[in-house]
């Protein structure tokens, strides 16, 4: 069997549900080397030998890191942000982090989107998301992967009721594409696909996740 090139891979989100649960996994995988992660204090990113920590003013300076793939988690909620603030974190800043990664050598990235993204939605939060994919398409990476899971569930820094509930009442199978998942599924999946993908533009719904799973 051929030996597996040890990469370079940039992760922003990593504090959020499944950003956490992600950058986990990729310490974990013997496919990096190297994990550099953005956020916007150092000090709340994981300890370990594999990460390099920096903070978002990093965007500012010159690419000077070779990076292999781009992992990011990054979203808010119109609640918390507002909706000026949501297009700031789940567009404007997915987009820059991403021209920043592709600038740095990245061919592979893996997006959190989610489902219903589209440009002509009539819903502010999938019609950003739709922006965003657009826009990130735009910046031409050999590989793309957006994942577009429903509700997503799991221990979170805030308390978030409605969107506890309806994970709960959405978690049975026979809800399809609108099935809920815990944010660590939908990690596990971005990194067991990420280092494997093909060239081309993808979109993964909740069957395409749990079938990675399996």
Not at 126 to 149: H, N, Y
Not at 156 to 163: D, H, I, N, T
Not at 177 to 199: D, H, K
Request: with cysteine; glycine share 8%.
């Amino acid at each position: 069997m051929p030996e597996v090139q040890a990469k370079t891979a940039l992760i922003v989100g990593a504090t959020g549900l499944v950003g956490s649960h992600l950058l986990s996994h990729l310490i974990e995988s013997d496919r990096y080397q190297r994990i550099i992660v953005l956020a916007r204090r150092v000090e709340s990113i994981k300890v370990h030998e594999k990460v390099i920590a920096k903070t978002f003013a990093a965007l500012d300076r010159p690419a000077i890191e070779h990076v292999d793939d781009f992992y990011c988690a990054l979203g808010t909620t119109q609640k918390v942000s507002g909706k000026a603030g949501l297009q700031v974190v789940d567009h404007h800043l997915v987009v820059r982090c991403a021209e920043w990664a592709r600038a740095a050598g990245a061919n592979a990235a893996a997006v959190v989107s989610a489902l219903g993204a589209s440009v002509r939605s009539s819903f502010f939060y999938s019609r950003v998301k739709g922006e965003m994919e657009k826009d990130v398409e735009a910046i031409g990476f050999d590989s793309l992967m957006f994942w577009q899971p429903s509700v997503i569930y799991g221990a979170r820094e805030s308390s978030r009721p409605v969107e506890w509930l309806a994970a709960r009442l959405l978690t049975v199978k026979c809800w399809g594409t609108y099935q809920s998942l815990p944010g660590e599924a939908v990690a596990r999946a971005m990194a067991i696909q990420t280092p494997l993908a093909p060239n081309g533009i993808f979109r993964y719904n909740v069957g395409d996740i749990n079938s990675l799973l399996n």
